[in-house]
Every structure is written in structure tokens, then in C-alpha cells.
């Protein structure tokens, strides 16, 4: 059994090379050309979005050629496939890989979308592979993907929404109001439909950081132990505060500091912080 996913999961290349991750690029369209999301770093991409200022990039989700690649090569070597993927309510990317597996068998490719993004993301890619390299079968690993899929949380804010309303994701109304009224807004990625909603705003990003970390000691209270991913654009101080403000409020097992995908950062701008979280005992063999 083998893993593919795509580069929103914001694995990194140790996990990638060690679990022997099958990662499909996203593509970020730049007025000089396309880049594979796979082959810039994030500060290079932000640099690169400063320079091209006003204007933005835009992206692209793989083809289905791309995953019909993958999944080839792979079943070749007389592996099955489960192939997870950033939420169908925020990319097309899993339709791709439905057009790619429609070459093969139905019980050699296992599509899972994913219904999330980011932290969340990894956290299913991860147990996947983990399971996959100690020879699990696959209901055994789609029925964990299951449930690490109705307990994580993905939330986070943003320092401006300009990136959004240039790249059309809020009206011009909207963005021009969260300047002049310094709204920084709640973002969750909801669990019903993988789509993106807003769960609170506030004035300043300590005060919405403090509301992240209200959300999450809500959701899981005191005892649970959590595996948190900070996440972050170019925030390192404000990912490190958000970082302790998680710790004093709720049982963290496991505690790590990441970059977010250039690909979501598309959309975002630098100005994103943010967590996921996920009980530590569905990540078996992880923690």
C-alpha cells in the first residue's frame, strides 16, 4: 500500500522521504510563468508576491495525466493506492485524481478527500502512511482517516484580507471594511463540507489569537491530550505566542512550529497564523 496526497498537506521532506510519500503538485501561475508549488520555498514565494504587487498569482490543481502517472507507477510495482487530498469544498484537486484513477481497477485506488487543508491535512496523510508501511489494510486505514477527519480542527486569522479580495474570495466592500475597522477574522475549516467559515473577528491579532486558543480549549476541553501544529505565512512571532497561549489552555502532547503551503498562501498573503489540532492517540506510531 502506498500514499499519494498533494502539497497542501505542508508535509516536510523528511516525512515525505521517510514514509515514502507520493506528493502531486499544485501550481502557482505567476504573470512570468508557472511554478510548482513542490519547487519554490515559502519566503521565496512571498518575495516573489511583493514584487509582482498589485497584481496576484493564481493557481492550478494537477492534471488528471498527473495522478494517472502516480498511480501507474505505483500499481506497476503491484502496490494499491489511497490517495488523500485538500477538501473538495476548497479544490478541484480531488476530481483530478478521480479522472487519473479512472484508468485502473476501483479496488487499487482509494480516493479520501481529505474535507480540509494544511495541518489537517498532514495529520490523515501521516497516520495513512504510517499504516500503510506497517502492512494495515485498507479498511483498517480509511476507518482511522474517518475518525481523524471528525476530530481535528483547522483554524486560523489573518493579518489583512487584502489577498482575498484581490484574488476574488471576498467582495472589494468587505476587504475595504476590514482595513478601515482593522477586522481580523476566525477562520474554520468546517467539517461538514471542508469549506472555509467565519467563527469570530476581532481588532488585533493577539486578541484573535487568544480567540484560537478559546476555540480550541472549547472543543476539547482540559484533558485530552492534542497534537497541535502551529502553522504560519511569515508570523514566527506571532505563531510562538500562539504557540504558548495553546499550551497554558489546553493538554498538549505534542507541540510543532510550521510553514504553511505557498499554495494557500496564494490566497492569504504572509499574514496567516493559525493551528491544527488533533487528539494524540489517533496519531498511533506518530506520537
Same mark, same amino acid.
Given at each position: 500500500?502506498?500514499?499519494?496526497?498533494?502539497?497542501?498537506?505542508?508535509?516536510?521532506?523528511?516525512?515525505?522521504?521517510?514514509?515514502?510519500?507520493?506528493?502531486?503538485?499544485?501550481?502557482?501561475?505567476?504573470?512570468?510563468?508557472?511554478?510548482?508549488?513542490?519547487?519554490?520555498?515559502?519566503?521565496?514565494?512571498?518575495?516573489?508576491?511583493?514584487?509582482?504587487?498589485?497584481?496576484?498569482?493564481?493557481?492550478?490543481?494537477?492534471?488528471?495525466?498527473?495522478?494517472?502517472?502516480?498511480?501507474?507507477?505505483?500499481?506497476?510495482? *503491484?502496490?494499491?493506492?489511497?490517495?488523500?487530498?485538500?477538501?473538495?469544498?476548497?479544490?478541484?484537486?480531488?476530481?483530478?485524481?478521480?479522472?487519473?484513477?479512472?484508468?485502473?481497477?476501483?479496488?487499487?485506488?482509494?480516493?479520501?478527500?481529505?474535507?480540509?487543508?494544511? *495541518?489537517?491535512?498532514?495529520?490523515?496523510?501521516?497516520?495513512?502512511?504510517?499504516?500503510?508501511?506497517?502492512?494495515?489494510?485498507?479498511?483498517?486505514?480509511?476507518?482511522?482517516?474517518?475518525?481523524?477527519?471528525?476530530?481535528?480542527?483547522?483554524?486560523?486569522?489573518?493579518?489583512?484580507?487584502?489577498?482575498?479580495?484581490?484574488?476574488?474570495?471576498?467582495?472589494?466592500?468587505?476587504?475595504?471594511?476590514?482595513?478601515?475597522?482593522?477586522?481580523?477574522?476566525?477562520?474554520?475549516?468546517?467539517?461538514?463540507?471542508?469549506?472555509?467559515?467565519?467563527?469570530?473577528?476581532?481588532?488585533?491579532?493577539?486578541?484573535?489569537?487568544?480567540?484560537?486558543?478559546?476555540?480550541?480549549?472549547?472543543?476539547? *476541553?482540559?484533558?485530552?491530550?492534542?497534537?497541535?501544529?502551529?502553522?504560519?505565512?511569515?508570523?514566527?512571532?506571532?505563531?510562538?505566542?500562539?504557540?504558548?497561549?495553546?499550551?497554558?489552555?489546553?493538554?498538549?502532547?505534542?507541540?510543532?512550529?510550521?510553514?504553511?503551503?505557498?499554495?494557500? *498562501?496564494?490566497?492569504?498573503?504572509?499574514?496567516?497564523?493559525?493551528?491544527?489540532?488533533?487528539?494524540?492517540?489517533?496519531?498511533?506510531?506518530?506520537?
Amino acid at each position: 500500500m502506498k500514499i499519494v496526497t498533494d502539497c497542501a498537506a505542508d508535509l516536510t521532506k523528511d516525512e515525505i522521504d521517510a514514509l515514502d510519500i507520493n506528493v502531486a503538485p499544485l501550481f502557482i501561475q505567476f504573470p512570468e510563468g508557472e511554478v510548482s508549488s513542490n519547487d519554490i520555498t515559502p519566503d521565496d514565494f512571498y518575495q516573489r508576491l511583493k514584487d509582482i504587487a498589485p497584481r496576484i498569482p493564481t493557481t492550478a490543481q494537477p492534471s488528471a495525466g498527473i495522478f494517472t502517472d502516480i498511480y501507474k507507477k505505483i500499481i506497476e510495482i *503491484g502496490e494499491d493506492v489511497i490517495s488523500i487530498h485538500i477538501s473538495s469544498g476548497l479544490s478541484g484537486t480531488i476530481e483530478s485524481a478521480r479522472l487519473g484513477a479512472a484508468q485502473f481497477p476501483s479496488e487499487l485506488v482509494h480516493l479520501v478527500d481529505s474535507l480540509t487543508l494544511s *495541518g489537517g491535512e498532514r495529520f490523515q496523510v501521516l497516520a495513512a502512511a504510517v499504516d500503510a508501511k506497517a502492512g494495515r489494510k485498507v479498511e483498517f486505514i480509511l476507518e482511522k482517516l474517518t475518525k481523524i477527519r471528525a476530530s481535528t480542527e483547522v483554524v486560523y486569522t489573518l493579518e489583512t484580507l487584502e489577498y482575498l479580495q484581490r484574488g476574488g474570495r471576498i467582495g472589494r466592500v468587505q476587504a475595504l471594511a476590514g482595513v478601515l475597522f482593522h477586522i481580523k477574522p476566525i477562520i474554520r475549516v468546517e467539517k461538514s463540507d471542508g469549506k472555509y467559515s467565519t467563527i469570530g473577528k476581532e481588532r488585533t491579532i493577539p486578541k484573535a489569537l487568544d480567540a484560537i486558543t478559546e476555540h480550541i480549549a472549547k472543543v476539547y *476541553g482540559k484533558e485530552t491530550p492534542l497534537w497541535v501544529s502551529v502553522l504560519h505565512g511569515q508570523l514566527a512571532e506571532q505563531a510562538n505566542k500562539l504557540a504558548d497561549l495553546v499550551q497554558k489552555r489546553v493538554n498538549v502532547g505534542k507541540l510543532e512550529i510550521l510553514r504553511i503551503s505557498p499554495v494557500l *498562501g496564494v490566497h492569504t498573503g504572509p499574514g496567516i497564523v493559525g493551528l491544527a489540532a488533533v487528539p494524540i492517540h489517533l496519531m498511533e506510531g506518530l506520537d
